[in-house]
């Protein structure tokens, strides 16, 4: 199927796309796809804002779960794993709604990327992850920000891998990774809806997400994977929440510094995603978080729904 609706809910972490996915999926009869690049991972629940057990028995959730902590997951593997998923839910004639806050996954989908085929350069790799480590990150991005400032401007500092990939695929082809990627036409109709809130109430969601996942046993989840055999230096494990916890554990943050310190990095990261989703970009539908987020979500929606069924009838 082509040319079928699909909306997206977009926006930084902790603002309530869940939730509001949840409503909508409810409403239309659709499922949910998630564009996150940690919920994939099977055992870590609490760290990635995992959708619970009872909300996915409300309603469907694809990309949740899917694979172990020490398996490599990717912009390349998510494409593939979404658009299996999508065309799954269209063929069901039900609304797929993608959600997530990982920028590069939702646009790559939305915008039908083709990642560079570029082969992984396993010497070069150490080389550049060992420079991140005896040097500091903010060198490496540095780098990175003197041959392809685009990347650098959407990477964070601190995501060495997704650093190294995109200086790995500069030195084996002398050019930056957008200038290699390559778009095929959409072939979904889409609505994407942005939520936007305050600076402050964001970062008050924010600390009261941190603070309920260290009550649901964040301690305990990390701990749980370390005994499983989890290197702390998976990419899995690189995510805000389990390498401040790693470092409680292993006595160089008190369990107060931790938390605060997911707060801190928490907030950067909100920060971070708005140069994913920016406020002026024509794509999105803007939504004000507040009492009446369901009903204005709902009723865009609808009219988005009722405009593609009368495009089809004409």
Known sequence: MSDLPLVAIVGPTAIGKSSLALHLAGTFRGEIVSADSRQVYLSMDIGTGKPTAEQRARVPHHLVDCISPNEEFSLTVFLQ???????????????????????QYLWGFLEGWQAP???????????????????????LHNNLKLVDPESAEKIDYRNVRRIVRALEIYHSTGKPAAELRSRQPGRYHQLVLGLDTSREDLYRRIDDRVDEMFAMGLVAEVESLLAAGYSPTLPSM?????????????????????????????????????????????????????????????????????????????
């Not at 799954?88 to 959600?99: A, F, H, S, Y």
């Not at 082969?119 to 500091?136: C, H, K, M, S, V």
């Open 238 to 314: 690189s995510g805000i929440g389990y390498q401040e916890v790693i470092s409680y554990l292993e006595g160089g943050l008190s369990l107060e510094e931790a938390n605060l310190q997911i707060k801190f990095n928490t907030h950067r990261l909100a920060r971070h995603q708005y140069a994913w989703f920016r406020r002026n970009d024509p794509r999105i539908t803007w939504l004000r978080v507040g009492d009446d987020l369901e009903s204005l979500a709902t009723a865009t929606v609808r009219r988005f729904l009722q405009s593609e069924a009368a495009a089809v009838l004409e």
């Open 81 to 103: 794993m979404a658009k299996e998923a999508v065309a799954d839910i269209q063929d069901r004639c039900l609304l797929p709604i993608l959600v997530g806050g990982t920028g």
């Open 117 to 139: 085929q570029v082969e992984a350069d396993e010497e070069l790799r150490r080389e550049l992850e060992n420079i991140a480590t005896t040097e500091g990150p903010q060198v």
